[in-house]
């Protein structure tokens, strides 16, 4: 379990605006010149009540037309694996995919195939699915961001496979853009288990720097250790590849994705022998649990004593970080379930990072690290202190 002791503590600070006083000069214009303006500010609040009321723009399938990397920590027969899927989408949400599979009972192998945003609602809800070849289809449900650069998926309906992960538009950052305080959450499992992990890291312009991970893992229980994170590529599309070093054994390689503003990429390892990690980092960014404010939708992998098995989240917020829930559960062992129950987001930092509560009522409370993004639309989270609960994923808002 993370302590306060053993937390990496980053430090920064804000400048607050200053708000420059008004000349006393104004104090003494004459009532014509009052008129004018009273007309003036009556003219700007009409036109900021019109504009409050445009509606954001729908997501649609003309939006998430590019390149994309998806992400996914899968289960298929296989054992608990990894997989890294490249794919491009046209503007109806049609194109082409090529994957590499990483899993321990069946090796790595790839595969190209068909993607397809089966559909899709103005809020970014919808359906999509990955077929390669005449049996091997995925189903997932897809939660896409409102600036259509992140997307979250979950398979929660076929038999015997649960896959979870996250899709990023390829787009153009660079390794300064990168520098600065980040949270990772993943799904493990390195010979304890299946597991979870939080990295708190700090990269410079170089993309590289400290690192301190949490371990919360079935068959080592909870574990800390400090090393560096490094990204070792970056290309001009934002994916590229990264180090976790911990020293000696402990290196992890990743495939990462970045997404178009430099505020989350995602990760996974498709090449470590016997290493299966995949998750998302987010940078710390200033935050209010007012702006979270709405509907979401969070994706998680899930091994709670029914074996490995995926879960789909919708809640809504209030302005205090609070609201309902609903939960549906996709495992080999219990089958598939339905709960009520809901969510609060228990503290929030003001660099965004903070602790969230799952709750379903008696033993079915869940407790998440939580970091959200600059922009208030993504949220990752892990489970790393509850005992026999393993809850890894991500929240987009709606």
């Known amino acids: 379990m993370k302590t306060k002791n053993n937390t990496m503590q980053f430090s920064c600070s804000v400048k607050p605006t200053s708000l420059a006083s008004k000349h006393s000069s104004e104090r003494a214009i004459t009532s014509c010149r009052q008129s004018g303006r009273l007309a003036f500010l009556a003219a700007l609040m009409l036109v900021t009540l019109v504009s409050m009321v445009i509606p954001a723009a729908a997501v649609t399938r003309s939006s998430l037309a590019g390149s994309w990397q998806a992400t996914l920590v899968i289960d298929g027969g296989c054992g608990l694996g990894t997989k890294l899927v490249d794919f491009t989408l046209d503007s109806n949400g049609q194109g082409t995919a090529s994957a590499g599979y990483h899993t321990p009972g069946c090796g790595d192998n790839e595969e190209t195939g068909t993607i397809s945003i089966l559909s899709l609602n103005s ?180 091994d709670g004593g029914c074996g490995l098995g995926t879960k789909l989240v919708d809640f809504t917020l209030n302005s205090n970080g609070e609201g309902p829930a609903s939960a549906s559960y996709h495992t080999p062992g219990c089958g598939n379930n339905e709960q009520t129950g809901t969510m609060t987001i228990t503290s929030l930092t003001g660099s965004g990072s903070g602790t969230a509560e799952l709750n379903f009522g008696g033993s079915a409370v869940f407790t998440f690290s939580i970091q959200v993004s600059a922009n208030g639309q993504v949220f990752n989270m892990v489970d790393v202190t509850d005992s026999g609960n393993y809850d890894e994923g991500s929240a987009v808002r709606q």
């Not at 799904?187 to 597991?195: A, S």
Request: proline content about 2%.
């Open 123 to 302: 809020e970014g809800t919808g359906t999509a699915q990955l077929i390669f070849g005449g049996s091997t289809v995925f189903n997932f449900n897809i939660q896409t961001s409102t600036n259509s650069q992140v997307l979250n998926m979950v398979d929660i309906s076929d038999s015997g496979n649960y896959e979870k992960g996250m899709a990023i538009r390829q787009a153009a950052p660079t390794l300064s853009q990168l520098a600065g305080i980040w949270q990772a959450t993943l799904v493990i499992d390195g010979g304890c288990g299946l597991g979870t992990k939080l990295v708190d890291f700090r990269l410079n312009s170089n993309g590289e720097g400290p690192a301190y991970a949490s371990y919360h893992t079935p068959g080592c229980g909870n574990n800390a250790q400090a090393g560096t994170m490094r990204i070792t590529s970056l290309n001009a599309g934002g994916d590229g590849t990264a180090e976790l070093n911990f020293g000696g054994s402990a290196v992890f390689k990743f495939n990462i994705q970045v997404s178009a503003n430099g505020q989350i990429f995602n990760m996974v390892d498709v090449t470590d022998s016997g290493n299966y990690d995949e998750g998302s980092a987010v940078r710390e960014a200033s935050s209010t649990l007012a702006r979270l404010a709405g509907p979401w939708q969070a994706t998680l992998v899930i």
